[in-house]
């Protein structure tokens, strides 16, 4: 079974189709207890069932394997599992690590810019008031500064793409290892675009929910969608200039780290709405728009050689 591509180059349409079924029914099991429950999002389990839900894809990569196994022969090679040994490969792992880090950092201040957003870079009343809604806070701030504390979250940025990494990479290997890949017989284009549409529309049952658009729940699926389109150029372009999934996996972790960010340097009176907010929302996507403009301009996208 296979379809035709543009230039010619089949598409291995049984595979995809195996991938992206698998995928999109464990990650919409995992929403069901959600649904059912009607708690949504405060079910004591969600947090437990959604980390579960990120591994999706990476089950779907291993049924593929399972079931039709020359589909992704050399295995590591195919799903880009090794560390690539593409020369000034170094430069795209950097990238994914501080990059990524610096892009979601820059969200907040890029809203503040256009009169968006307000700051509060001295108190961090925002971020003192997030802290006194939790369990430990009072102990927090009787041992430390607000501003000590904000320090504290900014150092931890330095290890957290690497930890985050490990969460996910079940995304990564599915997305951009396996996927990405297999659809660029279309053109490099079409499958970071078609790749990022479907990561997107694999989130919408959590979505619909509220998750990381509690504003907007219906409205929040397109977004994430754009959202997942606009970053996947960014971390697809990592896996094909490298040939490696981990430098993805490293900047996907970048982005968990850095997502929460702006309520860190948030005025107390500014109601965060992540549909203008955050990297999740339309001000957050002006960086990363401009981050892909760039490489366009400087003729490393689309990735000569993708590997």
Same mark, same amino acid.
């Given at each position: ?13 049984k ?10 029914? !464990? ?8 649904? +059912?429950?009607?708690?949504?999002? &405060? $079910? ?16 779907? %990569?291993?049924?593929?394997? /399972? ?18 040994? =593409? ?9 994914g ?5 610096a892009?979601? #950092?820059?969200?907040?201040f ?13 108190s961090?009343?925002?971020? &003192? ?11 927090? #701030?009787? =041992? ?9 979250? #900014?150092?931890? !940025? ?10 996910a990479?079940? +995304? +990564?290997w599915?997305?951009?290892?396996? !996927?990405?890949?297999k659809? $660029?017989?279309?053109?490099?284009w079409?499958? $970071? ?22 504003? &907007?729940?219906?409205?929040?699926v !397109? ?11 960014? #971390?697809?372009?990592?896996? /094909?200039?490298?040939?490696? %999934? ?17 309520? %860190? ?10 549909? &203008?907010?955050?990297?999740?929302g ?9 981050v892909? /403009? ?10 000569? +050689?993708? =590997?």
């Amino acid at each position: 079974m296979s379809l035709q591509a543009t230039d010619a180059k089949p598409i291995d349409a049984k595979a995809i189709c195996l991938f992206y079924g698998v995928t999109f029914a !464990l990650g919409l099991s995992m929403s069901l207890p959600l649904w +059912e429950s009607g708690q949504g999002l &405060h $079910l004591p389990t969600a947090r437990i069932l959604v980390t579960v839900m990120l591994f999706a894809p990476a089950v779907g %990569v291993l049924m593929v394997r /399972l079931l039709f196994p020359k589909s992704v022969a050399p295995f590591v090679q195919t799903t880009g599992l090794g560390i690539g040994r =593409r020369p000034g490969s170094l430069g795209y792992w950097l990238f994914g690590w501080f990059g990524m880090t610096a892009i979601g #950092l820059g969200a907040p201040f890029v809203g503040a810019l256009l009169g968006m957003f307000h700051l509060d870079l001295q108190s961090f009343s925002g971020y &003192h008031h997030l802290l006194l809604q939790r369990p430990d806070g009072d102990a927090a #701030l009787a =041992r430390f500064s607000v501003q000590t504390l904000v320090l504290i979250q #900014l150092g931890s !940025l330095l290890i957290a793409p690497g930890i985050n990494a490990i969460f996910a990479f079940g +995304e +990564e290997w599915g997305w951009r290892g396996f !996927l990405l890949p297999k659809l $660029l017989p279309l053109g490099q284009w079409p499958a $970071l675009i078609l790749t990022g549409t479907l990561w997107g529309i694999w989130y919408s049952p959590v979505v619909l929910l509220g998750y990381n658009y509690p504003l &907007h729940p219906k409205f929040g699926v !397109l977004l994430m969608t754009i959202f997942c389109v606009i970053f996947g150029v960014l #971390l697809g372009w990592l896996r /094909l200039a490298t040939g490696s %999934v981990w430098p993805a996996a490293i900047g996907h972790g970048a982005l968990n780290a850095v997502g929460g960010f702006s309520y %860190v340097v948030a005025d107390v009176n500014q109601t965060i709405d992540t549909a &203008h907010f955050t990297i999740l929302g339309w001000t957050g996507w002006i960086l990363p728009l401009l981050v892909i /403009l760039l490489l366009i301009v400087l003729k490393r996208l689309p990735v000569a +050689e993708p =590997r």
